[in-house]
């Protein structure tokens, strides 16, 4: 009997809590004011987590046929270099003013692991929830997909000449 | 006199001094970012001598530079015209045409 009343004292404090904090308003939602440390730690967490279990069974095709670059390369710098910028570029408007901020896709991670790719296709693909990726896959099929994997692949590696010429429409 | 001069020099400073460094955060911010404009590729710079033709990113720019020189080709029909004529001075034919932006399924 003790249990009980306790335990029911305990769902309403949580539930108490959390009403507090939702209809009070001291929740800051401002983009310019970053998350605690401990807040951040639990949305990094969460979202890694997710994604790694998401796409752990994705297959992965070859992707070092050249023409995935040329597609992958004009749909990044048409879709995405605003935000992830492109080789010999530091910053936009995009990647200060989001949050949480877009990852700079131009610098290595020195990850080769092959879940990278399988996370970057079901990122690209899906969307990130309550940030500002959006989910391609709802405009782009799968080729396309693998296609933009690639050229984020190599582009690392490239200089703002090759990039100028890999990502030109024509 | 001279304190007034500093109180003049002072009201200056205040102004100018928010007034400089607000500037200098806006010329961090180049406009032409904003500027979306389909650029054709720039063949001109590829050094082919530096080219791994085993690397997929080299052969991607050489197919990308190849359509590109094969179309601004197709565009004007060689045989019917005069030997003569001057290429060099031919570059905003060719532009025109070059410029759309096919992506427009969005
Ligand atoms: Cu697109």
Redesign the pocket.
């Known amino acids: 009997m003790k249990m009980i009343k306790l335990i029911l004292l305990l769902a309403v404090l949580g539930v108490g809590t959390t009403a507090a904090v939702m209809y009070s308003g001291v929740v800051n939602v401002a983009a310019d004011e970053p998350h605690s440390d401990f807040v951040y730690w639990i949305l990094e967490e969460t979202r890694k987590n997710s994604i790694k279990k998401a796409a752990a069974n994705i297959k992965v095709p070859d992707l070092t046929d050249p023409e995935l670059l040329l597609s992958g390369g004009v ?1 990044y710098e ?2 995405c270099a605003s935000c992830h910028l492109k080789p010999g570029q530091r910053e936009s408007d995009m990647s200060l003013g989001l949050y949480p901020a877009p990852p700079n896709l131009t610098v290595p991670d020195n990850n080769d692991d092959i879940q990278v790719e399988r996370n970057n296709f079901w990122v690209i693909k899906h969307g990130i929830k309550a940030s500002g990726m959006p989910a391609w896959g709802k ?2 099929d799968d080729q396309r997909i693998w296609a933009m994997v690639a050229f984020i692949k190599r582009l690392p590696t490239l200089t703002p000449d090759q990039y100028q010429v890999l990502t030109a429409v024509e | 006199m001279k304190k007034n001069l500093m109180k003049t020099v002072s009201k200056i400073a205040l102004v100018l001094i928010p007034a400089i460094t607000l500037s200098m955060t806006a010329t961090a911010h180049d406009p032409s970012l904003h500027v979306k404009k389909a650029k054709k590729a720039d063949c001109s710079k590829m050094d082919h001598s530096k080219m791994d033709m085993k690397d997929p990113v080299a052969i991607a720019m050489m197919k990308k530079c190849m359509k590109q020189a094969k179309k601004s080709k197709d565009m004007m029909d060689h045989s019917k015209m005069d030997k003569q004529m001057d290429h060099s001075k031919m570059k905003k034919v060719d532009k025109k045409n070059m410029n759309k932006d096919d ?1 427009n399924n ?1």
């Open positions: 749909d048409f879709m405009t782009h | 992506h969005h």
